[in-house]
């Protein structure tokens, strides 16, 4: 049956409410934002704890631990990314809405980059001169960063809706989004040390950026089919 | 007019049916009470009318939409206000200004409890946010199920008034409720024990 | 063409798959089982011992095909996932369901088989190489599906989910093996090489190729099976089910 | 007023109840058990494809990378240890028991500790292994990790204990918690690098004995006391 | 029997107070419902009367325990059975074996669902499976929020026999609800509309 003619919020005005709606909710409890920052904090520390003080050495792993440590604080984020929407019916209001699934879920996920994985990319520098990264690898770093994080919340976002229905899924998820991480992991590590080691990282920034890009075009259609699957189940 | 037609509608879930062969018209001015035992499928057709639930659906359902449906689960986010809740619902229904909003709050009792976070609400005020919205949309087909749970008598009266003038305004209410029925003269009931598979 | 569209929508009609399975089945049974009988004789007793490995290199007659399969299996299952989502047809939600372990399998076979190699020949059960860490992120791959599928309730849902999952995973995998190589090759390469510098010989080389179809077909024949034993759960109470087993 | 006299659970049924409840709830089935389990081994594959393949120096550095996992892991589960239990109701009934509220809550901990701490330690030689691990270090290593993931779930449980009602806010709380875990980490990456270089590690192993002790004595009272004050807010 | 006596009580949440000068006293054999609008403290004043709350509360309240106390929240796992929900519920107090649990399920209509997840039940099922405690505890003093909520018909008129059967064997209830009195001779009103603070 046709739909009936009415003043409706545009698909942008959509998007912006559910994205106002999550941050407002994200920012309410500060604890989900400081979590993946003070984990950051934990392990970077931890790090020359284990490794023993060494500056070099240090300096050279210094991509690597970055980068690993934020993959994994972008995971425990996605964990949770539709849970409470799911539970407490939000969900289902979104599929109802006349707008695209997909278009009021990226909503969110913005909403979720921007408390956590922008968020790391920008206090970033701080963790690395703490591992002794030279400087002229920090503006590389911040900027695969953002665009990493991109890819890696998109990615939870994909995970975190296929898993939200399952009731004893935790780690599950975990399963699911780790392998898809992978070239995001590789790329940016090798665009860091690039850059620390005074070449040209632009390859493996560009390939990062077709990534996101990629990523930002598919996943959120994903998203929107697996939330569906999900409330369905 | 037909805001709602279900032919032969059969329910599964978990493997086991649970409805066959519904058939349902609702026309506007209508109110429908489903009723039926617990666990008779209530909340499963009323999904499956909205068009939430796919698989193990069968049959031919269509709908008028945009409607409106208000689940058991009230998609309210405890951590938000009130005004937060209806400002920016998932169902990106609601269109009005927050000074309407405000206005739909102080009917349902809510004056002075706008900014309040929802979480530390009695479990009738929760319930009154989520109905704040039927005076915001503009569906004409609305689906819900047990409205009157946790509303005090008071809340209940101003639900049905809500019900009957969403009604003789044109539009159609399908419902779930286990108590009496409240619309005796408009009201139309579709017992479910009889389409139920054993 | 038109044939060929015909054949592809009987193919989606449960009842005459299970009987096109079935024939499939009945012939593909001796084939598998002759060609690993002779692959194994050949491999395990008449090729010639490595002049440097001895006989330990003999486990390549599991291990190679164990990893080629492995790996074309998650095209399969991709495929049927792609065809699942686009074209909703049910038969391939089977299909894809039937691969996944059948792939897990062989992956976890290949792993398990070079690592037992890899003591012998490298001192270490495990080395951080481009293709042996691509093969442990297809196990994962693999994992992911099989365990997605069993964690939900609902079949129908299960299904469409893994079929998501595979096509975001299909889009992914170029780019991670890509990425695992360039991962490799960035670093200074390890001081252990994976592939002989002496190219394979011949006597090696023919029980090898044998052996590798046997386990193409093993791969077909496991998931026939399995996409059997699916359908006759999913079909238990119709009725065409009901009249073949009555009938055979 | 008294209480009626009744054939009542002992404590210890009670502590095994609760235990019970939760380590149902936590695997039920069979994947539950296998999911941790991967999660960690995926992890693991994570450092070296951010860290580069060569192996002395994953080798020297297999320590801090195994027990940035464990840290992971008992974040992970800490972060939502009480949740359900408060958003359910479950929590005012244990309130309610007659038995002390701590000992109901440290069967709770305890099936989560042997979910993820436990098993993580129990299979992480074969981790160890993989990142080239010299093989006198193993026995310390699943020795101290044993020890050091007790004291990371304790102290966990009473972060979360404090901050589970907490609606806003919880940076402060989660803050308080970070000193705590740092001697765990240090004396744990200490114990195993001792050991892999052939010395004593026993007075490592000995401190963090006695902390999991201490822990073990003041984290129950320490969970009891915050439950009761988030129950009441 | 004395099961419970407050005296002079007073509530505050959150900053504002709800009640004032609360006397009760309750003796075994006696039914008491809790009257109010929504948001009144009702749900405040159960939990207060339990022993719950302390910040905020103010008079003194003496109960006999252990008492069983049933709140809006139903604490049940979704992802456990009924059976293993209640064989290791929270609140310990459940001695019986899995045969007299099954039992009890039985007669809230749960037969066939035992060994279902709970959290695949409907409203009105994971409602019984928290009713079911009922007959499982030997608490006297049962404290319980809204129990008739998401109940059908022959669920209320089980909930309304197990509540007689209670109070004759010596116990007492209090309960909130908004519905009708059920147990008219017996029961006695407590309208907090009277206590509540402007
Ligand atoms: C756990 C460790 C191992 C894994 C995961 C692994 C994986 C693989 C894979 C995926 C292939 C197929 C490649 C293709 O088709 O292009 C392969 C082939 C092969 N592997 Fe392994 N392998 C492992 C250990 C070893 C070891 C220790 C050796 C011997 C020193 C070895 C020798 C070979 C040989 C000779 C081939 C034949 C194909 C070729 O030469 O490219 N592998 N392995
Ligand atoms: N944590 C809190 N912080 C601030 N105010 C609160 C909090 N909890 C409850 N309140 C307020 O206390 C009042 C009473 O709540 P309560 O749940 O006791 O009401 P009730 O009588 O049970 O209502 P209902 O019939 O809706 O269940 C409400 O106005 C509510 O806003
Ligand atoms: N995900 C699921 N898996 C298996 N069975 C389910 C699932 N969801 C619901 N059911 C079953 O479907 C039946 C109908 O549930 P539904 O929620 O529609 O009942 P209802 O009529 O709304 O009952 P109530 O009056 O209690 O709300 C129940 O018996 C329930 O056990
Ligand atoms: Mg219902
Ligand atoms: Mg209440």
């Known amino acids: 049956m046709p739909s009936v003619d009415r003043p409706s919020l545009s698909l942008l005005a959509a998007f912006g409410r559910q994205f106002r709606r999550h941050g407002q909710a994200l920012m309410a409890s500060l604890t989900d934002v400081a979590n993946p920052l003070l984990f950051f904090f934990m392990v970077v520390t931890l790090f020359p704890l284990g490794l023993g003080p060494d500056p070099l050495q240090l300096a050279s792993m210094a991509p690597g631990i970055l980068w690993v440590v934020a993959l994994l604080a972008s995971l425990m984020v996605s964990a949770r990314m539709f849970a409470s929407d799911f539970e407490d019916g939000s969900l289902e209001q979104m599929a109802l809405a006349s707008h695209p699934l997909s278009v009021l879920a990226l909503g969110e996920v913005a909403a979720h980059w921007l408390a956590t994985g922008c968020l790391l990319a920008v206090v970033s520098p701080v963790f690395a001169m703490m591992l002794g990264l030279p400087s002229q690898g920090l503006g590389v770093l911040v900027l695969s960063l953002l665009l990493g994080t991109l890819c890696l919340t998109l990615i939870g976002a994909v995970g975190s809706a296929l898993t939200v229905s399952i009731r004893r899924g935790g780690l599950l998820l975990s399963l699911l989004i780790i392998p898809l991480n992978v070239p995001v992991l590789i790329f940016g590590t090798a665009a860091v040390t690039e850059a620390v080691m005074g070449r040209d990282p632009s390859t493996w920034l560009t390939l990062m950026g077709a990534l996101a890009a990629g990523m930002l075009a598919l996943a959120p259609l994903a998203v929107g089919a697996a939330l569906r699957i999900s409330l369905d189940s | 007019m037909l805001l709602l037609s279900a032919a032969d509608v059969s329910i599964e879930r978990g493997e086991r049916r649970l409805l066959q062969g519904v058939d349902l018209s609702v026309a506007s001015g209508q109110v429908w009470q489903v009723l039926g035992a617990n666990g008779v499928g209530k909340s499963s057709l009323l999904r499956a009318l909205a068009g939430l639930a796919r698989f193990g659906v069968e049959g031919s359902i269509a709908r008028f939409e945009p409607l409106l449906y208000l689940a058991h689960a009230p998609a309210i986010k405890g951590a938000l206000s009130p005004l937060e809740n209806l400002r920016c619902h998932p169902a990106c229904d609601i269109t009005s200004s927050p000074a309407q909003i405000a206005l739909a709050l102080e009917a349902v009792q809510l004056g002075g409890f706008e900014h309040q976070p929802v979480g530390s609400l009695s479990a009738g005020q929760q319930r009154r946010v989520a109905l704040a919205r039927l005076l915001l949309t503009d569906a004409r087909l609305w689906l819900l199920d047990e409205p009157f749970t946790a509303l005090d008598g008071a809340g209940c009266d101003w639900l049905e008034e809500c019900i009957r003038g969403h009604v003789s305004a044109g539009g159609a209410v399908i419902f779930t409720s286990h108590q009496p029925s409240r619309f005796s003269e408009l009201q139309q009931d579709l017992d479910l024990g009889s389409y139920a598979v054993s | ?248």
Chains 1, 4 share one sequence.
Request: net charge positive.
């Open chain 3, 1 to 248: 063409m038109r044939g060929m569209w015909a054949f592809i929508h009987k193919l989606g009609s449960p009842p005459w798959f299970f009987g096109f399975s079935g024939t499939l089945v009945r012939w593909l049974l001796p084939v598998t089982v002759l060609l690993l009988a002779v692959g194994a004789y050949w491999g395990l007793l008449v090729a010639p011992p490595d002049f440097r490995q001895g006989n330990s290199y003999r486990i390549i007659y599991i291990h190679v095909p164990a990893a080629v399969v492995a790996l074309a299996g998650y095209y399969v299952m991709a495929i049927a996932g792609a065809i699942s989502l686009i074209w909703r047809i049910k038969m391939a939600d089977v299909a894809m369901r039937a691969a996944a372990p059948v792939g897990a399998v062989l992956t976890a076979v290949a792993l398990v088989t070079g690592a037992i190699w890899g003591k012998p020949t490298w001192g270490a059960w495990w080395v951080w190489d481009a293709r042996i860490t691509s093969m442990l992120i297809l196990l994962f791959l693999y994992l992911g599906v099989v365990a997605l599928f069993e964690a939900y309730e609902n079949k129908t849902a299960a299904a469409k989910a893994c079929a998501v999952l595979t096509l975001v995973g299909t889009v992914n995998i170029p780019i991670i093996y890509k990425s695992v190589d360039w991962w490799y090759s960035l670093h200074q390469p390890a001081s252990l090489k994976f592939t002989g510098e002496s190219a394979i010989d011949a006597s090696m080389l023919y029980p090898l190729l044998v052996m590798i179809g046997a386990f193409y077909l093993l791969f077909a024949m496991s998931m026939l099976l399995n996409m059997r034993a699916e359908l006759l759960w999913q079909h238990r109470n119709a009725h065409w089910l009901r009249q073949r087993l009555d009938v055979s």
